[in-house]
């Protein structure tokens, strides 16, 4: 349903461009929950922006590529053909809600007035409807809630009330830009199991960005990795846990707490820092970090190798010329479990 292909995103600075997001291609299917992962700073939430139209206002600049939902470039719509998109087909939720909610209108109020952008429902059957949602959120005391402001809610329930409103018009795609990252784990868990229902449900498309990979695994049903701007590695959950493809992606796995072993055990950090994105290495962008890295890997781009069915990585170490390594080894072995 959305195809993201070759999107280059710069922004114009005093101290020069940063080349935020570099090449990023990807789909997602309908129904489908798709994780974006990747440190601070890696374009993510550029690369989301940019598909729900959001980068227009900014010094930003949208060099390169397409970003078709249904078939029709995103890119290429006027303000008034996305508008009728954003909202209807397409809807996004921010980690921080107090600032996207607006602070001296009734929360029904609010969904009521995007039920009324995207549908032709009555004013009665708007009112009926913004209580249907606030319960199918799980916002207890709909009715009564429904008349209240936005400070009246903590932190979980106005997070409730952004996807109520990022439902109010059953859209076939919704974007979380870490939805739960300001929120405490209990919440944070609710509000997952409501994002995994409305897929169930509904088949809702999700894109879901967040910093926990154990979230991750819990919730989405393909990966997107993204690092200094590029995507360096997309493949299905269980798939990337077991089998990664790419040093970036190993080295994040083997910095995420495991709960099943000991707690005290140390985390093996990826050490180093993420290159500067004004002026990105002209070869692979982890080089730096990489502790597998050839000569290769400094002066040319790593293209994207198929590893498996579904499974694509940019690292040279796919490359046949790379020989037998750590990836290919691993693969050879998984394949001899198999038989
Ligand atoms: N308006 C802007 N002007 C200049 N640079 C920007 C602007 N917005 C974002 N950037 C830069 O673009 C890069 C990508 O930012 P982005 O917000 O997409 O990262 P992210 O992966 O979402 O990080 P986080 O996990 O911290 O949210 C960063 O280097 C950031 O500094
Ligand atoms: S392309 Fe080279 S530097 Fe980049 S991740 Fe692969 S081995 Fe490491
Ligand atoms: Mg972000």
């Given at each position: 349903m959305l195809e993201v292909n070759h999107l280059d995103v710069v922004f114009r600075t005093y101290g020069g461009e940063v080349k935020?997001?570099?090449?990023v291609s990807f789909h997602v299917d309908h129904g489908e929950i798709v994780a974006i992962v990747g440190e601070s700073g890696s374009g993510k939430s550029v690369t989301v922006k940019t598909i729900a139209g959001?980068?227009?206002?900014?010094?930003?600049?949208?060099?390169n590529g397409n970003v078709l939902l249904n078939g029709t470039d995103l890119l290429k719509m006027t303000e008034k053909e996305l508008r009728k998109v954003k909202g209807s087909t397409m809807t996004m939720v921010f980690q921080d809600s107090m600032t996207s909610?607006?602070?001296?209108?009734k929360v029904g109020k609010q969904i009521e007035e995007s039920i009324k952008e995207h549908t032709g429902l009555s004013k009665s059957e708007r009112k009926d409807k913004v209580i249907t949602i606030l319960k199918q959120v799980g916002i207890p005391n709909p009715e009564l809630r429904?008349?209240?402001?936005?400070?009246?809610?903590s932190g979980g329930m106005r997070q409730r009330v952004m996807i109520a409103i990022a439902l109010a018009c059953n859209p076939e795609l919704l974007i979380a830009d870490?939805?739960?990252?300001?929120?405490d784990v209990t919440i944070q868990a609710q509000i997952l199991d409501l994002l995994k229902g409305l897929q169930a449900n509904y088949n809702t498309s999700i894109i879901l960005i967040t910093h926990d990979l154990g979230v991750v695994a819990e919730t989405a049903k393909k990966v997107i990795v993204m690092y200094a701007g590029m995507v360096v590695e997309k493949a299905p959950v269980d798939q990337i846990f077991k089998h990664p493809g790419h040093p970036y992606t190993e080295g994040l796995i083997n910095s995420m707490p495991d709960?099943?072993?000991?707690?005290n055990e140390r985390l093996i950090p990826i050490e180093g820092s993420p290159p500067d994105l004004f002026s990105p290495p002209?070869?692979?962008?982890?080089v730096s970090r990489?502790?597998?890295?050839?000569?290769?890997c400094e002066h040319h781009i790593p293209p994207e190798f198929e590893?498996?069915?579904?499974h694509f990585s940019r690292c040279w170490?796919?490359?046949?010329?790379?020989?037998?390594?750590h990836f290919n080894a691993n693969k050879e072995g998984e394949e001899t479990d198999q038989k």
């Open positions: 935020a997001v570099r090449d959001l980068m227009q206002s900014e010094n930003a600049e949208i060099r909610l607006n602070p001296t209108m429904a008349e209240q402001y936005p400070h009246e809610f870490e939805p739960t990252t300001a929120l709960v099943s072993t000991d707690k002209t070869g692979c962008p982890f990489c502790k597998y890295a050839m000569e290769v590893v498996k069915y579904n170490l796919h490359d046949e010329r790379a020989g037998v390594n």
